[in-house]
């Protein structure tokens, strides 16, 4: 079993010719919802890859609260450990131009909200792999950290939005997640050298793995393994969401195989780069995460 502690938002996204400059209002198009949070589409990107997966989080009381529960439990994520909180549900203002550029505002709503209690830590020392990202306060990520450490399970941290982090939550992980943008700020070392930023964050935790985008994936561990492993060739739509279909599906072969070593990262990339290509393929961000069949089959291609 694979849990999740994280965010929940709800993307409302707007389409326009052009984005508003300060003071301006312009006549947008098209408008959708999408769930959306690091932490729901990699609980969901985890469930459709195959994994029985637990959800723990927070959302407000609002409409937009329900619409995200219904997407967890769509996709068959338990939600158990999803609780209502006073005020309202985080969102994501997003416009975007006809050019694809983008302006967003994030308000955390609910998700900065997120307390853990007893029933949380049971659901953690159940799972064999905990999931987390950034995306809900730190106090909360380290101390769910150390319930998964306590209870055995691997605990994955997939270090977005970047920031730097304390050696304490730190020492708590087994493998790090990261794109090289994050991996620069975590380590605190600015190179575009993917040798070094590994070099660097092995040096904080004992296994990293790290994404670049078209290029694949690499992996570097603390017995020296270092592993790069190449994308499928695909003809890229939308790369939104592919870095948390990269992440959920991760989690998944981890649980699967029982945790990853040099001996095992090379499958294990291999597959979760297939379900990020796979999310890439597709237009839209958590509604493009790729169910298992999608992800085998680009494994094996
Ligand atoms: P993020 O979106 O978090 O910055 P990346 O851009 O590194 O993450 O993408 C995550 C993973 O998705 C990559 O490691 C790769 O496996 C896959 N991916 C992303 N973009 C492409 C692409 N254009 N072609 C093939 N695979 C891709």
């Given at each position: 079993?694979?849990?999740?502690?994280?965010?929940?938002?709800?993307?409302?996204?707007?389409?326009?010719?052009?984005?508003?400059?300060?003071?301006?209002?312009?006549?947008?198009?098209?408008?959708?919802?999408?769930?959306?949070?690091?932490?729901?589409?990699?609980?969901?990107?985890?469930?459709?890859?195959?994994?029985?997966?637990?959800?723990?989080?927070?959302?407000?009381?609002?409409?937009?609260?329900?619409?995200?529960?219904?997407?967890?439990?769509?996709?068959?994520?338990?939600?158990?450990?999803?609780?209502?909180?006073?005020?309202?549900?985080?969102?994501?203002?997003?416009?975007?131009?006809?050019?694809?550029?983008?302006?967003?505002?994030?308000?955390?709503?609910?998700?900065?909200?997120?307390?853990?209690?007893?029933?949380?830590?049971?659901?953690?020392?159940?799972?064999?792999?905990?999931?987390?990202?950034?995306?809900?306060?730190?106090?909360?990520?380290?101390?769910?950290a150390?319930?998964?450490r306590?209870?055995?399970?691997a605990v994955v941290l997939?270090?977005?939005?970047?920031?730097?982090?304390?050696?304490?939550?730190l020492d708590l992980v087994d493998v790090l997640v990261?794109?090289?943008?994050?991996?620069?700020?975590?380590?605190?070392?600015?190179?575009?050298?993917?040798?070094?930023?590994l070099?660097?964050l092995v040096g904080l935790v004992p296994r990293v793995v790290?994404?670049?985008?078209?290029?694949?994936?690499?992996y570097a561990d603390r017995d020296g393994a270092?592993?790069?492993?190449?994308?499928?060739?695909?003809?890229?739509?939308?790369?939104?969401?592919?870095?948390?279909?990269?992440?959920?599906?991760?989690?998944?072969?981890l649980?699967?195989?029982?945790g990853l070593t040099g001996?095992?990262a090379?499958?294990?990339?291999?597959?979760?780069?297939?379900?990020?290509?796979?999310?890439?393929?597709?237009?839209?961000?958590?509604?493009?995460?790729?169910?298992?069949?999608?992800?085998?089959?680009?494994?094996?291609?």
């Amino acid at each position: 079993r694979v849990a999740v502690v994280g965010s929940a938002n709800l993307d409302l996204v707007v389409t326009a010719p052009q984005l508003p400059r300060p003071g301006e209002t312009v006549l947008g198009d098209d408008f959708r919802m999408v769930p959306g949070g690091k932490g729901a589409n990699q609980a969901v990107a985890a469930a459709r890859a195959g994994a029985d997966c637990a959800f723990v989080g927070a959302i407000g009381g609002d409409g937009f609260g329900g619409l995200l529960r219904d997407n967890l439990a769509a996709a068959g994520v338990d939600v158990a450990g999803l609780r209502t909180v006073d005020g309202p549900s985080g969102v994501a203002l997003i416009a975007v131009d006809h050019a694809a550029e983008n302006c967003i505002v994030v308000a955390p709503g609910a998700n900065g909200a997120l307390t853990l209690d007893d029933a949380d830590r049971d659901a953690v020392a159940a799972a064999g792999v905990l999931l987390l990202q950034l995306e809900v306060p730190l106090s909360e990520v380290t101390r769910a950290a150390g319930w998964a450490r306590a209870g055995g399970a691997a605990v994955v941290l997939n270090a977005a939005p970047a920031r730097p982090l304390p050696t304490e939550l730190l020492d708590l992980v087994d493998v790090l997640v990261v794109n090289e943008h994050e991996a620069a700020v975590v380590a605190g070392v600015f190179t575009d050298e993917p040798a070094a930023l590994l070099d660097a964050l092995v040096g904080l935790v004992p296994r990293v793995v790290l994404t670049l985008g078209a290029r694949g994936a690499a992996y570097a561990d603390r017995d020296g393994a270092r592993i790069e492993v190449p994308a499928p060739t695909i003809d890229a739509v939308d790369t939104t969401a592919a870095g948390d279909a990269f992440t959920g599906a991760l989690a998944v072969a981890l649980a699967e195989r029982g945790g990853l070593t040099g001996d095992t990262a090379t499958g294990v990339l291999r597959w979760a780069c297939a379900a990020g290509a796979a999310c890439a393929q597709r237009p839209g961000a958590s509604t493009a995460l790729p169910e298992r069949d999608a992800i085998d089959a680009l494994a094996a291609a």
